[in-house]
């Protein structure tokens, strides 16, 4: 059974950086396609970005420029290192594994951006 559980969320200031963490248990992560998804209050989950088993990675509008995606195997983790955050990236950050169709999700890490 999937277990993914995200890490590293919190209040930052404008400007400012976060690195979310998401641990992987329950799968083989190395074959698995990680992703950060976020949800705002009252909006629709939303694509941050993705990292294909190969290491090749995709980015949604809310974070290109400015979150980078990456994943350590040995670890079974995914990160997202978030720079120059907005007031506007404030949302719950989710973790999502992708095998063939087969989905799961991690329960949230808060991030808040103060102006």
């Known amino acids: 059974q999937v277990q993914l559980v995200e890490s590293g969320g919190g209040l930052v200031q404008a400007g400012g950086s976060l690195r979310l963490s998401c641990a992987a248990s329950?799968?083989?992560?190395?074959?698995?396609?990680m992703g950060w998804y976020r949800q705002a209050p009252g909006k629709q989950r939303k694509l941050v970005a993705t990292?294909?088993?190969?290491?090749?990675?995709y980015y949604g509008d809310p974070g290109k420029g400015r979150f980078t995606i990456s994943r350590d195997n040995a670890k079974n983790t995914v990160y997202l290192q978030m720079n120059s955050l907005k007031p506007d990236d404030t949302a719950v950050y989710y973790c999502?594994?992708?095998?063939?169709?087969?989905?799961?999700w991690g329960q949230g890490t808060q991030v808040t951006v103060s102006s």
């Open positions: 990292i294909t088993s190969g290491g090749s990675t």
């Open positions: 999502r594994a992708d095998y063939a169709g087969l989905i799961g």
């Open positions: 329950g799968i083989i992560f190395r074959l698995h396609t």
